[in-house]
């Protein structure tokens, strides 16, 4: 089992809700974290707060030599990598009439080709490292179809079976993957989303960012026997929707 302390990991899209909340919660516990992300501004205010133990290095997920400059990056200011946090996505909504090819590449580009690339990428410096974790961010969208977000739905879908495909292939090399599969969490993301609309969920609240973080922290940790599986975070989603209650 590692100590948070010894992680040294990548976050994508680590300047959003879920990823900025994982950098603090990491790096609190001594953890260094390589926060990549479109948003550059951010990306300084974030290290600027986290100190000596987060650095930033702009990340386009889409861009196969992005991921070669911050891993290239991360082992340079941290001698090496042993963790991957494939966090970055966008999401939409449109239909399957709706949706344009164009939209349709977009999100795939993004949300699945973004996690095979940072796999492919940050695979042979972890195992140099001598192994370690990597999680892949899928949904409640991973595991069931959802209206009016055909792309979203479909790369979630193809992230939940690359990681997978991934544990296979990296098992041996003591590469653990697994997937998170979070609900309605209170991101930039659901902004504008009502949490009445959740009045059915068992647990009828929005998520919060830090307790997928804490997830996360225990997955590159602690979880030292869990591969290729699934790590459901949704207040009981997908478990069956209750009657709202007055
Ligand atoms: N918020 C939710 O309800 C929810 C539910 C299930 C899954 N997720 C997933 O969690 C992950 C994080 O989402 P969030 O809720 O923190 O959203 P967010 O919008 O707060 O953060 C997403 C981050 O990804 C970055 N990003 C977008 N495109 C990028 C690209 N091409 N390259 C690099 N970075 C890019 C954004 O700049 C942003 O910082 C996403 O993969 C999302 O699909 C979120």
Not at 200 to 220: D, I, M, N, T, Y
């Amino acid at each position: 089992m590692a100590e948070t302390s010894d992680i040294k990991i990548i976050i994508s899209g680590g300047t959003g809700g879920i990823g900025a909340a994982t950098a603090r919660l990491l790096v609190a516990a001594g953890a260094k974290v390589m926060i990549g992300d479109l948003n550059d501004a951010a990306g300084a205010t974030l290290v600027a707060e986290l100190g000596e133990n987060a650095r930033f290095c702009h990340l386009d997920v889409t861009r196969p030599e992005d991921w070669e400059a911050i891993v290239a990056a991360a082992e340079e200011a941290f001698g090496g990598i042993n963790a991957l946090f494939n966090n970055a996505g966008i999401s939409f909504f449109t239909g399957v009439v709706e949706s344009t090819p164009e939209d349709f590449r977009k999100i795939m580009d993004i949300n699945a080709n973004g996690v095979f690339y940072g796999m492919h990428f940050a695979a042979p410096a972890i195992i140099r490292a001598g192994g370690g974790a990597i999680v892949n961010t899928s949904s409640t969208a991973g595991l069931q179809g959802y209206a009016s977000l055909i792309g979203y739905t479909a790369s979630k879908f193809a992230v939940r079976g690359m990681t997978k495909a991934a544990a296979l292939d990296l098992a041996r090399d003591n590469v653990r993957v697994c997937s998170i599969h979070p609900g309605p969490i209170a991101t930039a993301m659901t902004e504008g989303m009502n949490e009445a609309a959740l009045a059915g969920q068992p647990l009828p609240r929005f998520g919060k960012p830090e307790e997928v973080a804490r997830l996360v922290r225990f997955l590159v940790t602690e979880a030292t026997f869990s591969t290729g599986t699934e790590f459901v975070i949704d207040g009981g989603a997908t478990v069956g929707m209750l009657a709202a209650v007055k």
